[in-house]
């Protein structure tokens, strides 16, 4: 089976990236599962507040709020990694990876809304009740 995607269109009249498509694809199931360790690692170690007894996806929910709680140091590389979910729909249909420093993203709210749309993609087994 193929891994998930799911398409965004920015639609915000306002927005420099208005009218953009991007496509966020899920990681391997390893490489997810390594990311959330490091996470997971990360915001307990800044001390973050998460009840480990709460529901899966209340945890979930959670944990990408704590997110922005870490370390500048320790939060960039897992942002990155999040950003490399994120692919450009061409007008022809294709897909390519963002370029880094461009006019891709042009807005800071973009960038917020496909790291949750990312965050989704990888946490809405827990949505059902999860593991």
Same mark, same amino acid.
């Given at each position: @089976?193929?891994?998930?995607?799911?398409?965004?269109?920015?639609? $915000?009249?306002? =927005?420099? $990236?208005?009218?953009?498509?991007?496509? *966020?694809?899920? @990681? =391997?199931?390893?490489?997810?599962?390594?990311? /959330? %360790?490091? *996470? !997971?690692? /990360?915001?307990?170690?800044?001390?973050? &507040?998460? $009840? !480990?007894?709460?529901?899966?996806?209340?945890?979930? /929910?959670?944990? %990408?709020?704590?997110?922005?709680? !870490?370390?500048?140091?320790?939060?960039?590389?897992?942002? $990155?990694?999040? @950003?490399?979910?994120? =692919? @450009?729909? !061409?007008?022809?249909?294709? +897909?390519?990876?963002? %370029?880094?420093? +461009?006019?891709?993203?042009? &807005? *800071?709210? +973009?960038? *917020?809304?496909?790291?949750?749309?990312?965050?989704?993609?990888?946490?809405?087994?827990?949505?059902?009740?999860?593991?």
């Amino acid at each position: @089976m193929a891994r998930r995607t799911k398409d965004i269109e920015i639609k $915000d009249q306002e =927005s420099r $990236d208005n009218g953009k498509t991007y496509v *966020v694809t899920e @990681m =391997s199931a390893e490489a997810a599962e390594w990311w /959330a %360790f490091r *996470v !997971l690692q /990360a915001i307990l170690g800044a001390n973050a &507040e998460i $009840d !480990l007894n709460a529901p899966l996806a209340q945890m979930a /929910a959670a944990g %990408f709020k704590a997110l922005g709680q !870490l370390e500048p140091e320790k939060a960039k590389p897992l942002l $990155d990694e999040m @950003m490399k979910c994120v =692919s @450009m729909r !061409l007008p022809d249909g294709k +897909t390519r990876d963002l %370029f880094p420093n +461009t006019n891709d993203i042009e &807005e *800071v709210k +973009t960038r *917020v809304i496909l790291r949750k749309e990312v965050f989704a993609l990888h946490v809405d087994f827990f949505q059902n009740g999860g593991v």
